[in-house]
């Protein structure tokens, strides 16, 4: 832009209004930050568990071993460092470290009971490699359906999955590998350990909340039919809130930017038009959050009316005003109300542009019939039912049919008499009325085209049409009065077509506090009970963007806890054990609803893939719990009882790492603030909330489950150790053959 500015007249200045680089930069700092903090909250978690520097540094390194494996797999791939894959390492920090967490928890474990180092950390690999195993391959399984998600939100999210499934497998390849090493190398024996006073108390307080657990664990184990029943009413609240929250596509987002469409009446002049803007304009060069803004009118672009015109807005920082994006919009919008003759329609662009036609207000419904005055008719009345509903704001219509016209009706018996044909009065109207290039004036700077036209004062006086002289075929000069009889009228402005039919586009805004799911459920109650069969509708452009996206977001939780499933089938090798371990998800899942309920949060894009993701969180800790008692229980001969008590007791503290280290890991986008916060807030919210509750729930019912479907297991074997045996007696014990003669 400086090297252009250098060939423009010196009195011409360009200031630059919109340049989207500045959020997204914005934005990407932003990301960048909450990584940063990220990281060192989750280096912090280990060390409080661990109180060891030694300790503490082996599964943090495998922090960086990750992430840089993750760029090596990003680079390959081609992808780049953007919002949606930043986002995607902010998460996986909080969860790289799960494997390198278990890894060093079960090797120490090993080393406290007084076992060599070296022998330790390769028993305890040993011990613990299906875990992780099993651990990684099925957190990968959940973004296995997202690759083969298709329209919007498959593209938006492709990156993000094979961002954070890249990161997840090379941490689990780290774990197996880099940590075991480091561990024999750098831990010590237990005698040689020296603690201070801190590690005493801290050791202290955890070992009295691990004896608390153990008591509460053991009454609920003895009181197994309360915890059922327990899980049986967060199941009815997990479908009743999924039911009452807000359901939402894509955030709104603050980019200081604001986009507004202007109309009066039809059939206003250009210059009436440019009058009206103008006292719009000035309002909006006076708002103290506006910096800048463009102003036009015509038809062209968005505005397919010359009753039209556009006024696009930039913002202050939000830093620098005290109201948001949406709340300008609405002061404006008040504003600019007072205005007399005009409407308003002031949105806040959302952060993608989703295809549709092009409208006045953000969420479209389109109407369609190959009847256009059922069409008119129903669609008028369907805006007066919309402007009725108290959710919905800026209702509008691209309805205009009531455009002032002129009807020239031909005598065409007078006309043939004189020799004039019907297109000799269409060019005589044209050259009189349509602006007609007849010659171009070159020079040796630039061309200019001559038009010609009527005088002004004609043009706006519809008596000039009898004034109006045609050329007859003796070359008379015949009025146009004597030829035609000229009537003033009303039509359509324009007539928009949807697949060739004729259409007719209403769109809405939203008030304040309801979501797009709440609109168009309301919508499409109203059209059921008001239109014919005959007018046929559908949602278009964001509205219809959000309804492919529900249904496609609930079929891919349904394949990714399928796909899970599958997988830990194929690990264990059975069918129950998966079921003992998918037994958390409904906790998770509450617990993620109850939270954007509790803080005002819709059910979005973003806020609904971090409960996809939540499926293979939630999961570890069953498979941490339920892979040492299927040992235990294999091994060592103990019942499912003893053998998933111990599993608790022995599972506990690297339980509680990883799922802090998992909430330390999200937190910061849960609580984060800047340019793009308002996309990645509600998947924070939902994975701290649906963390935080599973975290505490499932330790105490997935034991109880364990047992439940342990002793089914059984009773199956048992079956089917029965009828092979029945088998086997039958075909040993059969009844030889008559011998001949007998």
Request: glycine share 8%.
């Amino acid at each position: 832009m400086s090297q252009m500015e250098s060939q423009f007249p010196g009195s011409v200045t360009v200031q630059t209004l919109y340049d989207k680089s500045l959020t997204i930069e914005a934005s990407v700092t932003d990301v960048k930050f909450t990584l940063m903090l990220t990281l060192f909250l989750v280096v912090l978690v280990i060390f409080i568990f661990l109180r060891n520097i030694s300790a503490t540094i082996i599964p943090s390194l495998a922090l960086p071993m990750s992430l840089v494996g993750t760029f090596a797999v990003m680079y390959m791939l081609n992808y780049s460092l953007d919002n949606l894959s930043l986002m995607a390492l902010t998460l996986s920090v909080g969860f790289v470290v799960d494997d390198a967490i278990v890894m060093l928890e079960n090797i120490v474990r090993h080393i406290e009971k007084g076992e060599p180092v070296f022998e330790s950390a390769l028993v305890g690999s040993r011990e613990i490699g299906f875990t992780i195993l099993s651990m990684t391959m099925s957190l990968v399984a959940v973004f296995v359906p997202v690759l083969f998600l298709g329209g919007l939100v498959g593209r938006l999210f492709h990156e993000f999955a094979v961002t954070i499934g890249a990161s997840i497998i090379v941490s689990g390849f780290v774990s197996l590998t880099l940590t075991p090493m480091l561990c024999s190398r750098f831990l010590r024996p237990k005698h040689e350990e020296t603690h201070n006073r801190l590690f005493v108390i801290t050791e202290r307080a955890y070992e009295k909340t691990l004896h608390f657990y153990m008591r509460t664990l053991a009454w609920v184990m003895d009181h197994r039919p309360y915890a059922l029943a327990f899980s049986a009413l967060i199941l009815l609240g997990t479908i009743g809130l999924g039911a009452i929250v807000p359901k939402g596509f894509l955030p709104s987002e603050d980019t200081s930017q604001l986009s507004g469409t202007t109309e009066t009446e039809q059939g206003t002049s250009f210059e009436a038009m440019v009058a009206h803007q103008k006292q719009l304009a000035a309002i909006v060069s006076k708002d103290s959050n506006v910096v800048g803004f463009m102003s036009s009118v015509g038809a062209g672009g968005r505005s397919p009316t010359i009753n039209q015109g556009r006024l696009f807005m930039h913002l202050k920082d939000p830093s620098d005003r005290s109201l948001d994006a949406d709340g300008v919009a609405r002061e404006l919008t008040r504003k600019l109300s007072a205005v007399p003759g005009t409407r308003i329609y002031i949105t806040n662009p959302p952060p993608i542009n989703i295809g549709g036609r092009s409208s006045k207000s953000l969420y479209q419904f389109t109407l369609q019939a190959t009847d256009i005055a059922t069409l008119y008719h129903y669609a008028g009345v369907m805006e007066q039912k919309l402007h009725a509903l108290p959710g919905l704001t800026d209702v509008t219509s691209d309805l205009q049919i009531k455009n002032p016209q002129v009807s020239v009706d031909i005598n065409r018996d007078r006309a043939s008499s004189l020799g004039i044909t019907a297109n000799t009065i269409e060019d005589a109207l044209y050259n009189a009325y349509g602006a007609r290039q007849v010659s171009t004036i070159y020079t040796p700077n630039n061309q200019y085209w001559v038009v010609m036209e009527l005088e002004s004062q004609y043009q706006k006086n519809l008596d000039a049409l009898g004034l109006l002289y045609v050329h007859s075929a003796t070359g008379d000069l015949v009025p146009l009065g004597s030829l035609a009889k000229v009537s003033p009228s009303t039509g359509p402005a324009t007539v928009n077509h949807s697949g060739q039919l004729p259409s007719v586009t209403l769109s809405f805004n939203l008030q304040p506090g309801v979501s797009i799911g709440t609109a168009v459920n309301d919508v499409n109650r109203i059209a059921a009970l008001t239109l014919p069969s005959s007018v046929t509708t559908a949602f278009s452009g964001t509205a219809q963007a959000f309804q492919a996206a529900q249904q496609g977001l609930l079929v891919l939780l349904v394949l990714a806890i399928l796909i899970i499933y599958i997988v830990l089938g194929i690990l264990y090798e059975s069918f129950v054990h998966p079921i003992t371990i998918l037994t958390g998800l409904p906790f998770a899942g509450f617990g993620a609803l109850l939270t954007l309920w509790i803080f005002h949060m819709e059910l979005s894009v973003y806020a609904f893939v971090g409960i996809i993701m939540l499926v293979g969180l939630v999961k570890k800790n069953a498979i941490m719990m339920i892979d040492f008692a299927i040992e235990a229980e294999r091994s060592e001969g103990k019942s499912a009882r003893d053998a998933i008590l111990e599993a608790c007791s022995v599972r506990f503290r690297p339980i509680m790492m990883t799922t802090m280290a998992a909430l330390m890991g999200t937190l910061p986008i849960a609580l984060g603030a800047g340019a793009g916060a308002e996309s990645r807030r509600p998947l924070g919210v939902a994975v701290v909330g649906g963390l935080a509750f599973s975290q505490i729930i499932t330790l105490y019912v997935t034991p109880v489950f364990y047992t439940y479907l342990d002793a089914l297991q059984k009773r199956f074997e048992r079956a089917e150790h029965r009828l092979e045996d029945r088998a086997h007696g039958t075909l040993g014990g059969a009844t030889p053959l008559p011998a001949s003669g007998d």
